[in-house]
């Protein structure tokens, strides 16, 4: 089965996830991730990505990038910018870097919050917050006319999770035949120690999170990074 990590970011913007990936790379080999980079010039000059061409049945994607709940974008850091562009946007990208839509496998949009709907609350616009570089919720006002005010750049939020969002725009595109994952609450960017491992090696953590009735954000296992992020309980099939 093969594993491909897309970065939907070109360079130096996708500096900040290569580095967290290959992370993965060294604490997995047998697993032997590969990653792919988004490159605009990819396509027109030297043809699809071969890492992305003829995926076996099974094989799984992970796309990249910071997320929050009810906000169809992701986002990375370099420096001092922020970046963003939408799930569509990504999908896009990955598509023109050769994924064909006969690929019949897992796609797994590996952000915080991507399984997460934004809560009611936020929605009606009496709540906010934005995302920090770590995938924290952090305090942020809303506009008069409903956007998100982060602390650099806005957001239109969807209110649907992005992995909602990003599993309904691949179906329309042709992928019928994929699983899509999201995830519950923050993720750890790197294979990281903790003390719920139950064999004291180093995992993906997902750290649950739920939205009260008054819609402020509840986490499960504060106390702990989480459950591993491929338990069921963190991810959500959409």
């Not at 988004?38 to 030297?46: A, C, G």
């Not at 994924?99 to 690929?103: I, P, Q, S």
């Not at 239109?156 to 999770?161: C, G, R």
């Given at each position: 089965?093969?594993?491909?990590?897309?970065?939907?970011?070109?360079?130096?913007?996708?500096?900040?996830?290569?580095?967290r990936?290959n992370?993965?790379l060294?604490?997995?080999?047998?697993k032997?991730?590969?990653v792919v980079v988004?490159?605009?010039?990819?396509?027109?000059?030297?043809g699809?990505?071969?890492?992305?061409?003829?995926l076996?049945?099974g094989?799984?994607i992970?796309i990249r990038g910071?997320?929050m709940?009810?906000?169809?974008?992701?986002?990375?850091h370099?420096?001092?910018?922020d970046?963003s562009?939408?799930?569509?946007?990504?999908i896009?990208?990955l598509?023109?870097m050769g994924?064909?839509?006969?690929?019949r496998g897992?796609?797994?949009?590996y952000?915080?919050y991507s399984?997460?709907?934004?809560?009611?609350?936020?929605q009606?616009?009496?709540?906010t917050?934005s995302?920090?570089?770590d995938g924290r919720i952090?305090?942020?006002?809303r506009?008069p006319?409903?956007?998100?005010q982060?602390e650099?750049?806005?957001f239109?939020?969807?209110?649907?999770?992005l992995?909602s969002v990003?599993?309904?725009y691949f179906?329309?595109?042709?992928?019928l035949?994929?699983?899509?994952y999201?995830?519950?609450?923050?993720?750890?960017?790197?294979?990281?120690p903790?003390?719920?491992?139950?064999?004291?090696r180093?995992h993906k953590?997902?750290?649950l999170t739920t939205?009260?009735w008054?819609?402020?954000?509840?986490?499960v296992?504060?106390?702990?990074k989480?459950?591993?992020?491929?338990?069921?309980?963190?991810r959500?099939?959409f």
């Open positions: 089965m093969d594993r491909v990590v897309f970065i939907p970011f070109q360079q130096p913007y996708a500096h900040e996830f290569l580095e990936t992370n993965w060294l604490e997995r080999p047998d032997n991730f590969r988004y490159n605009l010039m990819r396509s027109p000059l030297w699809p990505n071969p890492m992305l061409l003829n076996i049945k094989s799984s992970y910071h997320g709940p009810g906000v169809a974008q992701l986002t990375t370099y420096r001092n910018d970046i562009i939408t799930i569509q946007k990504a896009d990208r598509i023109e994924l064909e839509r006969d690929f897992t796609i797994k949009f952000s915080c399984g997460l709907d934004q809560p009611p609350k936020l009606h616009g009496t709540g917050f995302a920090t570089k952090k305090g942020a006002l506009s006319d409903g956007q998100l982060l650099r750049g806005t239109s939020p969807a209110t649907k999770s992995a990003g599993a309904a179906r329309s595109l042709g992928f035949q994929c699983k899509y999201g995830y519950r609450g923050p993720l750890t960017g790197k294979y990281e903790s003390d719920s491992s139950p064999d004291g180093n953590w997902c750290e939205f009260d008054l819609g402020d954000m509840q986490s296992n504060a106390t702990v989480g459950v591993r992020a491929s338990d069921p309980r963190a959500k099939s």
